[in-house]
């Protein structure tokens, strides 16, 4: 009665054949991504050897000036793996910046209790969002693009100019340095680093995280199996508003001032980061270690460009471009060869 | 069998839609350890009753007793906590995830909010092992093929009932049209799985289309008509012919009509050549002839290609080698509106996700392909249209008889005739139908059978594809043979050719 009737040699058997597999692999993307970020850096070691290039601050720096895109791009990869789409992530972080700046400088109050105030506020922006999306049934394209204008407008209502910070106590954790043998990461980096190690245990140890994956790869699937969906939605635009409120946190700290145009257009830094690091963008594949090597990705190309010296850095945005374009073909032809 | 209580009763079960009542005094039954065939002809209210029973409709009169105790399911959820889990037809998993992941989520092992992945990849192990099963648990559902994604949903469904704890497992298993895509190997799979079930205790409710199947495997039926109970039989009481009865409730005229059918003979002169077509990772390149009036029956196994082959004929796919001549004259088939152009019309298998437009009307969905043909800037006067319809209702036997009634909400044959009546219409030399009566009840098959006969007498040239080799071989004048995605044979049918011989072609078809 068991049943071992297959034959291997069909198409459709039982154990997929060693090539499909790897060429199946879900890790594939990120390692490819990883292996391109190696080759990058190794560009750079051969070219600018010479000018420093080869010092670990170099490397720990991608992590110092790219903290906030990292942070950014881990509450990008929930809503990305879910299948879904956050475009008011950079207006959250301009509105942050703004938030922040004007509680401590205009009104006094000190950094420590600023920084729960603006993180809830995200949350509960991203919650808000979430939450219409759930229960009216709209396209998270829409709903967050509301968002996006909504949080910029509102940097505008605080105030239209934009608001240095002097506080001492800011500047002072701003400055901070956590010293690494001969080199140092900032507060910002380390904080991004944690929210990544948070967000892979969650993605990955937790039945939210799990839920995430499963509604990403068929909702209607999840739904009848009896998983709280629109409940897991709506913590996923939750986290990711978080995250953005986060992100300006890190930016605000990083640039030490509040500008109603800060981080403009930044959600499509954040969603390319995410994408170049391999997960799909109809959701349901992916890893959140992937995102960290996309940041890196990015981030390195914009170091190549500032050592290459002679280049405008508009020549980032065309990389990163070309970059996305290739990353997406090679998403498509994988996908097209694992439903094959 | 001893019979104990039973462990499921629904009694006097109504449920009402606006304007329809869909069940009005439905009594089940469900023993332990049976396999129950729910029978019916589409709209019998099959579906209804099941959803009122995993709790996806609420009740609007009558009792359900589970164990003894009267329960009443608000969710899919609360009904499968207390032991009914449910297959549906689609299966419903994620592709994403791992096997074992699908069989477990939503109640992982966890340890303070930890997911145990090992634990979790050796009880799936384990439970796939003792339903007798071989897979491999840790690789991605996306790499089965589709009748093993139906085993795991099954599996899962088993294992959810353990949830609660008090290990009394799964009671009730429902299995709603599981076998309808699967190749008779793999149901022969699930119906061992299904046996092995049943031998733990568990009562399986089986919805299926295909009568042997029900035969082949159940022990007790209850056959609903227009919402209401007709009968429960054992299995081994009632054969065939009766039961077929009891779901129509007519005698079987229609059918006997069809079986002492003799295939006219006046075919005419050619009308489409196929010269080496073929497409790669589609077809091998295939010569076919179909002459006017002919009916050409496309015979082989799932996925051997027949999909394929008619798709390469309609343009919907393009053919990488070869030439198609219709009537006389070459086309490229470079897109369907070529075929269209020449005269050539297609049925898709897919009626849901490639015909029919669901939102919209009867009457919008069968004046499509005609006002296609004609382009946009000349639309179809209303009178005329408005008469065509009415004529192709009234012809094709549509229910309800209304143009303006959704095309979503009609039962499958009646979807099925609506896509037919859209290309009949523009009065086509050649209609390729692709699994028209796959998933519909005997009487509209029937139906459908006859109209495919009738229209051949009348001049029109048919490629006809089914699963089932009696359907293509009462139907057709030539078959076509299909293995391996090549087109093996071409059998003048007559008396001397039988299923027997055609599964012989398929079996033996390298040789040919």
Same mark, same amino acid.
């Given at each position: 009665m068991?049943?071992?009737?297959?034959?291997?040699?069909?198409?459709?058997?039982?154990?997929?054949?060693?090539?499909?597999?790897?060429?199946?692999?879900?890790?594939?993307?990120?390692?490819?991504?990883?292996?391109?970020?190696?080759?990058?850096?190794?560009?750079?070691?051969?070219?600018?050897?010479?000018?420093?290039?080869?010092?670990?601050?170099?490397?720990?720096?991608?992590?110092?000036?790219?903290?906030?895109?990292?942070?950014?791009?881990?509450?990008?990869?929930?809503?990305?793996?879910?299948?879904?789409?956050?475009?008011?992530?950079?207006?959250?972080?301009?509105?942050?910046?703004?938030?922040?700046?004007?509680?401590?400088?205009?009104?006094?109050?000190?950094?420590?209790?600023?920084?729960?105030?603006?993180?809830?506020?995200?949350?509960?922006?991203?919650?808000?969002?979430?939450?219409?999306?759930?229960?009216?049934?709209?396209?998270?394209?829409?709903?967050?693009?509301?968002?996006?204008?909504?949080?910029?407008?509102?940097?505008?209502?605080?105030?239209?100019?934009?608001?240095?910070?002097?506080?001492?106590?800011?500047?002072?954790?701003?400055?901070?340095?956590?010293?690494?043998?001969?080199?140092?990461?900032?507060?910002?980096?380390?904080?991004?680093?944690?929210?990544?190690?948070?967000?892979?245990?969650?993605?990955?140890?937790?039945?939210?995280?799990?839920?995430?994956?499963?509604?990403?790869?068929?909702?209607?699937?999840?739904?009848?199996?009896?998983?709280?969906?629109?409940?897991?939605?709506?913590?996923?635009?939750?986290?990711?508003?978080?995250?953005?409120?986060?992100?300006?946190?890190?930016?605000?700290?990083?640039?030490?001032?509040?500008?109603?145009?800060?981080?403009?257009?930044?959600?499509?830094?954040?969603?390319?980061?995410?994408?170049?690091?391999?997960?799909?963008?109809?959701?349901?594949?992916?890893?959140?270690?992937?995102?960290?090597?996309?940041?890196?990705?990015?981030?390195?190309?914009?170091?190549?460009?500032?050592?290459?010296?002679?280049?405008?850095?508009?020549?980032?945005?065309?990389?990163?471009?070309?970059?996305?374009?290739?990353?997406?073909?090679?998403?498509?032809?994988?996908?097209?060869?694992?439903?094959? | 069998m001893?019979?104990?209580?039973?462990?499921?009763?629904?009694?006097?079960? +109504?449920?009402?839609?606006?304007?329809?009542?869909?069940?009005?005094?439905?009594?089940?039954?469900?023993?332990p350890g049976e396999i129950?065939?729910?029978?019916?002809?589409?709209?019998?209210?099959?579906?209804?009753?099941?959803?009122?029973?995993?709790?996806?409709?609420?009740?609007?009169?009558?009792?359900?007793?589970?164990?003894?105790?009267?329960?009443?399911?608000?969710?899919?959820?609360?009904?499968?906590?207390?032991?009914?889990?449910?297959?549906?037809?689609?299966?419903?998993?994620?592709?994403?995830?791992?096997?074992?992941?699908?069989?477990?989520?939503?109640?992982?092992?966890?340890?303070?909010?930890?997911?145990?992945?090992?634990?979790?990849?050796?009880?799936?192990?384990?439970?796939?092992?003792r339903l007798g099963?071989?897979?491999? +648990?840790?690789?991605?559902?996306?790499?089965?093929?589709?009748?093993?994604?139906?085993?795991?949903?099954?599996?899962?469904?088993v294992?959810?009932?353990?949830?609660?704890?008090?290990?009394?497992g799964?009671?009730?298993l429902?299995?709603?049209?599981?076998?309808?895509?699967?190749?008779?190997?793999?149901?022969?799979?699930?119906f061992a799985l299904m046996r092995r079930l049943k031998g733990e205790g568990v009562a399986i409710?089986? +919805?299926?289309?295909?009568?042997?199947?029900?035969?082949?495997v159940?022990d007790?039926?209850?056959?609903?008509?227009?919402?209401?109970?007709?009968?429960?039989?054992?299995?081994?009481?009632?054969?065939?012919?009766?039961?077929?009865?009891?779901?129509?409730?007519?005698?079987?005229?229609?059918?006997?009509?069809?079986?002492?059918?003799?295939?006219?003979?006046?075919?005419?002169?050619?009308?489409?050549?196929?010269?080496?077509?073929?497409?790669?990772?589609?077809?091998?390149?295939?010569?076919?002839?179909?002459?006017?009036?002919?009916?050409?029956?496309?015979?082989?196994?799932?996925?051997?290609?027949?999909?394929?082959?008619?798709?390469?004929?309609?343009?919907?796919?393009?053919?990488?080698?070869?030439?198609?001549?219709?009537?006389?004259?070459?086309?490229?088939?470079?897109?369907?509106?070529?075929?269209?152009?020449?005269?050539?019309?297609?049925?898709?298998?897919?009626?849901?996700?490639?015909?029919?437009?669901?939102?919209?009307?009867?009457?919008?969905?069968?004046?499509?392909?005609?006002?296609?043909?004609?382009?946009?800037?000349?639309?179809?006067?209303?009178?005329?249209?408005?008469?065509?319809?009415?004529?192709?209702?009234?012809?094709?036997?549509?229910?309800?008889?209304?143009?303006?009634?959704?095309?979503?909400?009609?039962?499958?044959?009646?979807?099925?005739?609506?896509?037919?009546?859209?290309?009949?219409?523009?009065?086509?030399?050649?209609?390729?139908?692709?699994?028209?009566?796959?998933?519909?009840?005997?009487?509209?098959?029937?139906?459908?059978?006859?109209?495919? +006969?009738?229209?051949?007498?009348?001049?029109?040239?048919?490629?006809?594809?089914?699963?089932?080799?009696?359907?293509?071989?009462?139907?057709?004048?030539?078959?076509?043979?299909?293995?391996?995605?090549?087109?093996?044979?071409?059998?003048?049918?007559?008396?001397?050719?039988?299923?027997?011989?055609?599964?012989?072609?398929?079996?033996?078809?390298?040789?040919?």
């Amino acid at each position: 009665m068991t049943t071992t009737t297959r034959k291997p040699a069909a198409p459709d058997s039982r154990t997929p054949s060693g090539a499909a597999r790897v060429l199946g692999d879900r890790r594939l993307p990120v390692l490819v991504t990883a292996g391109l970020f190696l080759v990058m850096y190794a560009v750079g070691l051969s070219r600018y050897q010479n000018y420093g290039f080869a010092e670990t601050q170099v490397f720990l720096n991608l992590f110092i000036d790219n903290s906030y895109l990292l942070v950014a791009a881990v509450g990008a990869t929930f809503v990305i793996l879910s299948g879904g789409i956050d475009l008011s992530v950079g207006s959250v972080i301009g509105f942050t910046t703004m938030f922040t700046a004007w509680l401590v400088e205009r009104q006094g109050l000190p950094i420590v209790v600023v920084i729960p105030m603006a993180l809830a506020v995200g949350a509960f922006g991203g919650y808000l969002m979430g939450y219409v999306i759930q229960n009216f049934e709209i396209q998270p394209f829409i709903v967050t693009l509301a968002g996006l204008f909504l949080f910029r407008g509102l940097c505008l209502v605080i105030s239209k100019e934009s608001i240095s910070i002097g506080d001492s106590s800011v500047s002072s954790m701003a400055q901070a340095q956590v010293s690494l043998g001969g080199a140092f990461l900032s507060i910002g980096a380390i904080v991004a680093l944690v929210v990544l190690a948070a967000a892979f245990y969650v993605l990955h140890y937790t039945r939210f995280g799990r839920r995430v994956y499963a509604i990403g790869g068929n909702e209607q699937s999840a739904l009848l199996m009896g998983l709280p969906q629109g409940g897991t939605k709506i913590a996923v635009y939750t986290m990711s508003g978080f995250c953005s409120a986060l992100a300006g946190l890190l930016f605000t700290l990083y640039i030490q001032s509040g500008d109603p145009l800060h981080a403009t257009g930044l959600e499509l830094d954040a969603i390319a980061a995410v994408v170049i690091g391999g997960t799909l963008l109809t959701g349901g594949s992916g890893y959140v270690v992937g995102t960290l090597f996309g940041v890196l990705v990015l981030g390195l190309i914009k170091s190549l460009i500032q050592f290459e010296g002679t280049l405008s850095s508009w020549w980032t945005k065309i990389a990163t471009g070309v970059l996305l374009c290739a990353f997406i073909l090679i998403q498509r032809t994988m996908t097209s060869r694992r439903k094959a | 069998m001893a019979e104990p209580l039973p462990v499921l009763e629904m009694t006097g079960i +109504v449920k009402e839609f606006p304007g329809v009542r869909a069940l009005s005094g439905v009594d089940f039954r469900l023993f332990p350890g049976e396999i129950h065939a729910l029978l019916g002809e589409n709209g019998a209210g099959k579906s209804t009753l099941i959803k009122v029973l995993t709790g996806v409709y609420s009740l609007d009169g009558g009792t359900v007793t589970l164990n003894g105790a009267s329960v009443r399911f608000t969710s899919p959820s609360g009904a499968q906590q207390a032991g009914i889990s449910t297959v549906y037809q689609e299966v419903n998993l994620c592709p994403n995830l791992s096997v074992a992941e699908n069989i477990f989520i939503g109640r992982e092992p966890t340890r303070f909010g930890r997911i145990q992945w090992k634990r979790l990849r050796r009880e799936a192990a384990e439970l796939v092992d003792r339903l007798g099963l071989d897979i491999d +648990v840790t690789a991605p559902l996306s790499s089965y093929p589709l009748a093993v994604q139906q085993l795991v949903a099954i599996v899962r469904a088993v294992g959810t009932g353990d949830s609660d704890g008090s290990g009394s497992g799964t009671k009730v298993l429902i299995l709603d049209e599981p076998t309808s895509s699967l190749d008779r190997d793999e149901v022969l799979e699930l119906f061992a799985l299904m046996r092995r079930l049943k031998g733990e205790g568990v009562a399986i409710l089986f +919805v299926s289309h295909f009568l042997d199947q029900i035969y082949e495997v159940c022990d007790r039926m209850t056959v609903l008509r227009n919402g209401t109970l007709v009968g429960e039989h054992m299995v081994r009481d009632l054969d065939q012919v009766g039961l077929v009865q009891l779901m129509i409730g007519k005698a079987l005229d229609q059918l006997e009509e069809l079986h002492d059918h003799q295939l006219h003979a006046d075919v005419g002169e050619s009308l489409l050549t196929a010269d080496g077509v073929g497409r790669t990772g589609g077809i091998a390149p295939f010569d076919l002839e179909i002459k006017k009036g002919e009916v050409v029956g496309l015979a082989g196994l799932l996925g051997s290609g027949r999909t394929e082959l008619a798709r390469l004929l309609f343009g919907a796919d393009q053919p990488d080698s070869g030439k198609v001549t219709i009537g006389g004259k070459q086309v490229s088939m470079s897109a369907p509106n070529d075929a269209i152009a020449a005269g050539v019309a297609y049925c898709s298998e897919n009626r849901r996700t490639e015909g029919l437009v669901p939102d919209l009307t009867v009457r919008e969905n069968i004046i499509l392909a005609l006002q296609a043909a004609r382009g946009w800037v000349r639309p179809v006067p209303a009178a005329q249209r408005d008469e065509l319809v009415a004529q192709y209702i009234k012809a094709l036997d549509i229910r309800p008889a209304n143009p303006e009634a959704r095309v979503g909400q009609l039962s499958g044959g009646n979807q099925q005739k609506v896509l037919l009546a859209r290309w009949l219409i523009t009065r086509p030399k050649l209609l390729i139908l692709d699994e028209p009566t796959r998933g519909i009840d005997i009487g509209a098959k029937a139906e459908i059978q006859k109209l495919v +006969v009738s229209l051949s007498e009348e001049g029109m040239s048919v490629l006809y594809i089914a699963a089932e080799l009696e359907e293509v071989l009462r139907l057709s004048h030539t078959i076509g043979v299909l293995r391996d995605r090549r087109l093996v044979a071409r059998l003048a049918n007559g008396p001397e050719i039988t299923p027997t011989r055609i599964l012989e072609t398929i079996a033996s078809g390298e040789h040919q």
